[in-house]
Nanobody, 121 residues
Framework: QVQLVESGGGLVQPGGSLRLSCVAS????????MAWYRQAPEKQRELVAS???????EYADSVKGRFTISRDNAENTVYLDMNSLKTEDTAVYYC???????????????WGKGTLVTVSS
């Protein structure tokens, strides 16, 4: 089995910064794309940022210039550095990864349980 565990959420004032981490563990042969999603109260889950296995990075327009996604393949970890946080960034942030547990097996989508980020004064 594979697990994704997020950490780093919390309460921060507007304009502040946070760093989220997500570690993948378990039966891992290769990790393809990794991404961060978020879901605010009464809103649909949305993609925040993604990084492919080859390093291609994309961001939601709402976070461009403020958030940075990165990955450490040796540690099976993806990070999300969030700067200049706004109240509208308040949400539960979820880690997502496409992981193959064995050679020649198509990757399976895995999700973490989420970490809450609250931006408030």
């Amino acid at each position: 089995q594979v697990q994704l565990v997020e950490s780093g959420g919390g309460l921060v004032q507007p304009g502040g910064s946070l760093r989220l981490s997500c570690v993948a563990s378990g039966s891992i042969f290769v990790i393809n794309g990794m991404a961060w999603y978020r879901q605010a109260p009464e809103k649909q889950r949305e993609l925040v940022a993604s990084v492919s296995g080859g390093g291609w990075i994309e961001y939601a327009d709402s976070v461009k210039g403020r958030f940075t996604i990165s990955r450490d393949n040796a540690e099976n970890t993806v990070y999300l550095d969030m700067n200049s946080l706004k109240t509208e960034d308040t949400a539960v942030y979820y880690c997502n990864a496409g992981i193959s547990s064995r050679p020649w097996i198509n990757p399976v989508d895995y999700w973490g349980k989420g970490t809450l980020v609250t931006v408030s004064s």
